[in-house]
C-alpha cells in the first residue's frame, strides 16, 4: 500500500482464505475480518505507529503479522479452532491484546520497548512462546484449562507479570532476565511442572494449588520468593544473596531450599515431607514440618535457626 499513512478495512467471508498484505511505513490503521474457514493470513505493516485489529473466525487458521518498530497498538482474536499464530511487533512501546480460542501453537515476540500484553489462549492444549524483549514490560499470560506448554521470556527490564495457567497439567518455563522484576505465577490444579529463573531482585509469588507438581525455581540476589504449593510436590528453590523466602508445601512433598547470603527463611510443610534446607551467612530460618517429615540442615556462619515439627 505503499509509506503513507493508510486506513484499510478488509473483510473476507467465510472461505478458506489466503490473505498477504503489506502497508508500507507509515502510520497505519488496519482492520482485517477473515470469516470462519481456515485461512492463511500474512500482515506487514512497517515501521510506523501502527494500529491493526485483526479477527480470524472460527477455522484453524495460520496467522503471520509483523508490525515493525513503531509504537503499535495491535488486538488480535483467532477464534476457535486450532489456530498456528506468529506475531512479531519490532521495537517500539507496544500494546498487545491476543485471545487465540481453542488448542493453538502462539510465537510472539514484541521487541525492545516498553511492552503492554494480554494473552488468552482459551481451553485448548496450547503452545505458547513468548519473548517481550528488553524494556520494562508488563505482561499478562491466562493459558486456560488445556494441558498448556508455556515458555515466557521477559528480557533484562524491570519487568511485571502474572500468569495464569488454569486448570490443565501445565509445564511451564519463565525466565524473567536480569531487572528488578514483579512476577505472580498461579499454575491450577493440575499436574504442573514449573521451571522459573529470575535474575535481579526481583519479588516473586507462586501459587500450585491442587496437583501434584513439579517446581524448579532459582533467583538471583535480594529476592523476596513466597511459594504455596497444595499437592504432594516436588520443590526445588535456590535463592541469591540477601533474600526472603516464604515457603508452604501442604501435601507428602519432598522440598530442597538452597539460600545465599544474609537471607530470612520461613518454611511449613504439612505431610509426610522430606526437606533438605541449606542457608548461607547470617540468615534467620523458621522451619516447620509435618508429623513424620524428615528434615535435614546446613547453614552458614551465624544462622538463627527456629524448627519445630508437628504430632
Known amino acids: 500500500m505503499g509509506g503513507g499513512d493508510d486506513c484499510i478495512a478488509l473483510e473476507a467471508g467465510g472461505g478458506d482464505d489466503c490473505i498477504a498484505l503489506e502497508a508500507g511505513g507509515g502510520d497505519d490503521c488496519l482492520a482485517l475480518e477473515a470469516g470462519g474457514g481456515d485461512d492463511c493470513i500474512a500482515l506487514e505493516v512497517g515501521g510506523g505507529d501502527d494500529c491493526i485489529a485483526l479477527e480470524a473466525g472460527g477455522g484453524d487458521d495460520c496467522i503471520a503479522l509483523e508490525a515493525g518498530g513503531g509504537d503499535d497498538c495491535i488486538a488480535l482474536e483467532a477464534g476457535g479452532g486450532d489456530d498456528c499464530i506468529a506475531l512479531e511487533a ?8 491476543l485471545e487465540a480460542g481453542g488448542g493453538d501453537c502462539i510465537a510472539l515476540e514484541a521487541g525492545g520497548g516498553d511492552d503492554c500484553i494480554a494473552l488468552e489462549a482459551g481451553g485448548g492444549d496450547d ?48 525466565e524473567a532476565g ?6 505472580a505465577l498461579e ?30 525455581l532459582e533467583a538471583g540476589g535480594g529476592d523476596c520468593i513466597a511459594q504455596e504449593a497444595g499437592g504432594d510436590d516436588c520443590i526445588a528453590l535456590e535463592a541469591g544473596e540477601d533474600g526472603c523466602i ?30 533438605a534446607l541449606e542457608a548461607g551467612g547470617e540468615g534467620c530460618i523458621a522451619q516447620e514440618a509435618g508429623r513424620r517429615g524428615r528434615r535435614q540442615r546446613r547453614l552458614g556462619d551465624r544462622s538463627v535457626v527456629t524448627a519445630s515439627a508437628s504430632s
Open 90 to 97: 519490532g521495537g517500539g512501546d507496544d500494546c498487545i491484546a
Open 127 to 174: 503452545c505458547i512462546a513468548l519473548e517481550a524483549g528488553g524494556g520494562d514490560d508488563c505482561i499478562a499470560l491466562e493459558a486456560g484449562g488445556g494441558d498448556d506448554c508455556i515458555a515466557l521470556e521477559a528480557g533484562g527490564g524491570d519487568d511485571c507479570i502474572a500468569l495464569e495457567a488454569g486448570g490443565g497439567d501445565d509445564c511451564i518455563a519463565l
Open 178 to 183: 536480569g531487572g528488578d522484576d514483579c512476577i
Open 187 to 216: 499454575a491450577g490444579g493440575g499436574d504442573d511442572c514449573i521451571a522459573l529463573e529470575a535474575g535481579g531482585g526481583d519479588c516473586i509469588a507462586l501459587e500450585a494449588r491442587g496437583g501434584d507438581g513439579c517446581i524448579a
Open 246 to 275: 516464604a515457603l508452604e508445601a501442604g501435601g507428602d512433598g519432598c522440598i530442597a531450599l538452597e539460600a545465599g547470603g544474609d537471607g530470612c527463611i520461613a518454611l511449613e510443610a504439612g505431610g509426610d515431607g522430606c526437606i
